[in-house]
């Protein structure tokens, strides 16, 4: 189970260190295998925005970009990023700045003056995500400091769970464990009830006995599945080792991640008849979310819909 120190902490305040936190987990049961520190050493980075983006006149590769740090006049920034374009908000290192083992210093790359650097996740030590600039929202605030706007410093911790302890399988699982060792109090959790707004129901027909004796689904209605997953929540995600794909799929990653309650949402104009849970049978098959087809036998157990299978439990 991976997780993010700060998102424990604000379901169990404690004024406990990272290596006392760490320590305690570990002497609870909750081995810490790994602890990665995010943020650390980026007070020199700032959110951006790219005004201008045209191509260096010496390299097909690489774009001269003016770039808004929120310091009145435009840094001339250049840049190899493939995302890289007018518009973009991503996170500036300024001269003076410290990316690892990087120092950040005017230079002249194929004789064009750059001032600064364009980043990735990675290169800023976030994500593994090297494949681009990374992306910050449109209104994000231009000029403030990443680690401001970030929530920054963060960890990444990684602790081994034995099968006993599926409890431990969610952020507050775990902050009840170190609430009980580090004699503190686990903050109230309050989901107010939202009451159906429509009549549409599906029936569902359980068929796997005793290995899936509940299911549960709501009809939701009036969804923007195409809207942009608020910054917050993805970067808990990616904190906890969880690339966010899409808003709907990252809201139920998100809930199983804090509370232990696995979740799917399907689209409703998809399905085509009665939601069924079993056993899956030899020559069956089920496309998962990575794209791929997965060949299925009487070992795995499958949400159906008329049905076929179109979810996989577990």
């Known amino acids: 189970m991976k997780f993010s120190e700060s998102w424990l902490r604000s379901h169990v305040p404690t004024t406990a260190s990272r290596d006392e936190l760490s320590a305690v987990l570990t002497a609870i049961g909750l081995e810490v295998e ?22 260096h006149p010496q390299a097909d590769r690489l774009q001269v ?24 908000v991503a996170p500036l290192a ?25 980043c990735s996740a990675r290169e800023l030590g976030l994500d593994t995500d090297a494949s681009g600039l990374l992306e910050l929202p449109d209104d994000a605030p231009v000029g403030v400091t990443l680690v401001e706007y970030l929530g920054l410093p963060d960890a ?4 081994k769970l034995t099968p006993n302890r599926a409890d431990c399988f969610s952020v507050r699982g775990i902050a009840f464990d170190v609430a009980a ?8 959790f309050v989901a107010e009830p939202v009451a159906a707004q429509g009549s549409r129901e599906l029936v569902i027909q359980l068929d796997a006995g005793a290995e899936a004796p509940r ?47 696995p979740m799917h949402a399907y689209d409703l104009d998809t399905l085509k008849g009665q939601i069924g849970v079993r056993r899956s049978r030899a020559g069956e098959s089920l496309k998962l979310l990575d794209g791929r087809d997965a060949a299925l036998d009487d070992s795995f157990l499958v949400v ?3 049905d076929r299978p179109v979810g996989l439990a577990g």
């Not at 602890?35 to 951006?48: F, Y």
Request: glycine fraction near 10%.
């Open 34 to 55: 790994d602890v990665t520190a995010l943020g650390d050493g980026l007070d020199n980075v700032v959110v951006a925005r790219i005004v201008e983006a045209v191509r």
């Open 65 to 88: 970009c003016k770039v808004d740090a929120g310091q009145g006049e435009l840094l001339q920034i250049v840049c190899g990023a493939p995302n890289a374009r007018p518009g973009l």
């Open 94 to 118: 300024m001269v003076g700045a410290q990316i690892g083992e990087l120092k950040i210093k005017p230079a002249k790359l194929r004789g064009v003056e750059s001032n600064g650097m364009l």
């Open 156 to 159: 990444s911790i990684e602790i």
């Open 181 to 188: 060792a580090t004699r503190s109090e686990v903050k109230p």
């Open 215 to 261: 299911y549960l689904g709501r009809v939701i209605e009036g969804v923007n599945a195409s809207a942009t997953t608020p910054l917050w929540m993805a970067e808990r995600l990616r904190r906890c080792g969880v690339r966010p794909v899409s808003l709907l799929v990252d809201i139920t990653q998100y809930v199983m991640l804090e509370l232990g309650q």
């Open 304 to 306: 159906t819909d008329a």
